[in-house]
T-cell receptor, first 109, second 115 residues
Framework: TQLLEQSPQFLSIQEGENLTVYCNSSSVFSSLQWYRQEPGEGPVLLVTVVTGGEVKKLKRLTFQFGDARKDSSLHITAAQPGDTGLYLCAGGSNYKLTFGKGTLLTVNP | NAGVTQTPKFQVLKTGQSMTLQCAQDMNHNSMYWYRQDPGMGLRLIYYSASEGTTDKGEVPNGYNVSRLNKREFSLRLESAAPSQTSVYFC??????????????FGDGTRLSIL
């Protein structure tokens, strides 16, 4: 069974601060996806990384895939209240995704 | 664009009752999935259908059955509901069966309570 561990589980910060969320596994994945979920809604894809060492930027969000394709990180610069939500990483293998338990981020004004 | 539509949005059942959760996608996707989301447990795969006409068990299939009715529709059935099945259920779809680098598109969930 492939497992993805996310840390921290909860994160509460002030507007303007920077933060990093981690996603780690002992398994190799063909891809690593990051989703954000808001209350009462389904997860929405933020980014997919497929190459070891790959870095992708989405405005203030920076995603990195580990060289060995076993881990990933999400860095948010100058967090805003609109960034509040549950951030989920998911590892892809064949036609399935294995999800981490998520990081619940709260950005206070 | 509707994307992935789940019905109903909320449901309360008594222990032992049965019900079917419906899911339809309008993106012509090949693969469809059913997940449950519980506090502290994340999203866990119940069943999936890699392509029309096929279904396979995921991580937590016990107590559930599925039907891939056609390419658009994938239903989840609880034959005899138990309180442990109280959860939020999400349906998702994906364009490609293999490999899994394609994003999954989720519905807004069905919130199911079993008393």
């Amino acid at each position: 069974t492939q497992l993805l561990e996310q840390s921290p589980q909860f994160l509460s910060i002030q507007e303007g601060e920077n933060l990093t969320v981690y996603c780690n596994s002992s398994s190799v994945f063909s891809s690593l996806q990051w989703y954000r979920q808001e209350p009462g809604e389904g997860p929405v894809l933020l980014v997919t990384v497929v190459t070891g060492g790959e870095v992708k930027k989405l405005k203030r969000l920076t995603f990195q895939f580990g060289d060995a394709r076993k881990d990933s990180s999400l860095h948010i610069t100058a967090a805003q209240p609109g960034d509040t939500g549950l951030y989920l990483c998911a590892g892809g293998s064949n036609y399935k995704l294995t999800f981490g338990k998520g990081t619940l981020l709260t950005v206070n004004p | 664009n509707a994307g992935v539509t789940q019905t109903p949005k909320f449901q309360v059942l008594k222990t032992g009752q049965s019900m079917t959760l419906q899911c339809a996608q309008d993106m012509n996707h090949n693969s469809m999935y059913w997940y449950r989301q519980d506090p502290g447990m994340g999203l866990r795969l119940i069943y999936y259908s890699a392509s029309e006409g096929t279904t396979d068990k995921g991580e937590v299939p016990n107590g559930y059955n599925v039907s891939r009715l056609n390419k658009r529709e994938f239903s989840l059935r609880l034959e005899s509901a138990a309180p442990s099945q109280t959860s939020v259920y999400f349906c998702a779809s994906s364009e490609a069966s293999v490999p899994s680098n394609q994003p999954q598109h989720f519905g807004d969930g069905t919130r199911l309570s079993i008393l």
